[in-house]
C-alpha cells in the first residue's frame, strides 16, 4: 500500500516550458487535491476534485490546469512555466465526502524550480 | 488578515520541556480543526483532530477555543524527535472539504 505518489521529485525547467505533474492513489479516495508550499507561507491549494470527472479551483488556480484521468490519479499541468511557479507542489486525497473524515493523506512532493 | 495565523517560531527548547502552540482562525463557520506535522523537506501528516471538547494522544494535547477562534497544542515531555514544524490547519468548508493551512510554527529540541 503506497499512499498517494508523485512524479517526478524534482524538476528544473526553463520560463515558457510546460510539463504534467503526475499524483496516484492507492487508498479508494474519493477526493484529490493539489497544493503548493512556497517559503514562510502556508500550502495553498491549487485544484482540487471530489470526485472522477469534476475538478474546481482553489486559492491560487491560475497558470495550472488539472486533469482527474480517474479515480487514482490527479494530474496537474503548467501549460508555459513562470519563476513565480518555484515551489514544491504536493498531491494530496480523502475518503471526503464518504468515510466520515475529511484528513487529508499527502504525496512526498515535487520540488519545481523554473529558471 | 491570514485566514490561519501561527507564530512561525522557531521555538527552541530543551529536552523534557513543555511547550504550547496557539495558532487564531479567522472564519467563525470553521468546522474541523487539525494539527499536522511537517517534517524538513518532507510531506506534511496527521498529528491529530482538534475536538471541542479537547483531546489528548499520550504527550500531544490539543485545545478549540470556538468563541475566542483559536486552537492550541501543548507538547509534554519533549523529545528530540519531536523537532519538526507544526501546521494548524482549519476545514473552512464541509461541501468541499477545502483545507486552509496557517503557516507553521517551528520547534527544534535540543539535548
Not at chain 1, 89 to 108: L, M, R, V
Not at chain 2, 54 to 82: C, H, M, P, V, W
Request: aromatic share 12%; net charge positive; hydrophobic share 30%.
Amino acid at each position: 500500500n503506497a499512499g498517494v505518489t508523485q512524479t517526478p521529485k524534482f524538476q528544473v525547467l526553463k520560463t515558457g516550458q510546460s510539463m504534467t505533474l503526475q499524483c496516484a492513489q492507492d487508498m479508494n479516495h474519493n477526493s484529490m487535491y493539489w497544493y503548493r508550499q512556497d517559503p514562510g507561507m502556508g500550502l495553498r491549494l491549487i485544484y482540487y476534485s471530489a470526485s472522477e470527472g469534476t475538478t474546481d479551483k482553489g486559492e491560487v488556480p491560475n497558470g495550472y490546469n488539472v486533469s482527474r484521468l480517474n479515480k487514482r490519479e490527479f494530474s496537474l499541468r503548467l501549460e508555459s512555466a513562470a519563476p513565480s511557479q518555484t515551489s514544491v507542489y504536493f498531491c494530496a486525497s480523502s475518503s471526503f465526502p464518504s468515510g466520515g473524515t475529511d484528513t487529508q493523506y499527502f504525496g512526498p512532493g515535487t520540488r519545481l524550480t523554473v529558471l | 488578515r491570514k485566514e490561519v495565523e501561527q507564530d512561525p517560531g522557531p521555538f527552541n527548547v530543551p529536552e523534557g520541556a513543555t511547550v504550547a502552540f496557539n495558532c487564531t482562525y479567522s472564519n467563525s463557520a470553521s468546522q474541523s480543526f487539525f494539527w499536522y506535522r511537517q517534517d524538513c523537506r518532507k510531506e506534511p501528516k496527521l498529528l491529530m483532530s482538534v475536538y471541542s471538547s479537547g483531546n489528548e494522544d499520550g504527550r500531544f494535547t490539543a485545545q478549540l477555543n470556538r468563541a475566542s477562534q483559536y486552537i492550541s497544542l501543548l507538547i509534554r515531555d519533549s523529545k528530540l524527535s519531536d523537532s519538526a514544524t507544526y501546521l494548524c490547519v482549519v476545514n473552512i468548508d464541509n461541501a468541499g472539504n477545502m483545507l486552509t493551512f496557517g503557516g507553521g510554527t517551528r520547534l527544534m529540541v535540543k539535548p
